[in-house]
């Protein structure tokens, strides 16, 4: 059984920084591609960052240069690092597991940034 935990979310000041953690579990952690999604209030859920089980990262463009997405493979998790947060950052941050072609969700944690 796939289980992804989401932790690290909060309220933060415009400028400020969160690190988001997901603990995998019931995967050979390693090996999965992971990623972080997010979904406003009214929009659709979308990519914020993915990494490989080697390491390569890509980014959306709306956070290049401010976000930072790691994995620590022995602890079977995955960060993401947001710095110079702003309010259209708010949203519930998922971590995402993609296994073959199944795609494996957390519960999410809510990032809310203010102005």
């Known amino acids: 059984q796939v289980q992804l935990v989401e932790s690290g979310g909060g309220l933060v000041q415009s400028g400020g920084s969160l690190r988001l953690s997901c603990a995998a579990s019931?995967?050979?952690?390693?090996?999965?591609?992971m990623s972080w999604y997010r979904q406003a209030p009214g929009n659709q859920r979308e990519l914020v960052a993915r990494?490989?089980?080697?390491?390569?990262?890509n980014y959306a463009d709306a956070v290049k240069g401010r976000f930072t997405i790691s994995r620590d493979n022995v602890k079977n998790t995955v960060f993401l690092q947001m710095n110079s947060l702003k309010p259209v950052d708010t949203a519930l941050y998922y971590c995402n597991a993609r296994i073959l072609a199944t795609n494996f969700w957390g519960q999410g944690t809510q990032v809310t940034v203010s102005s």
């Open positions: 990494i490989t089980s080697y390491g390569s990262t």
């Open positions: 019931g995967v050979i952690f390693s090996s999965v591609i």
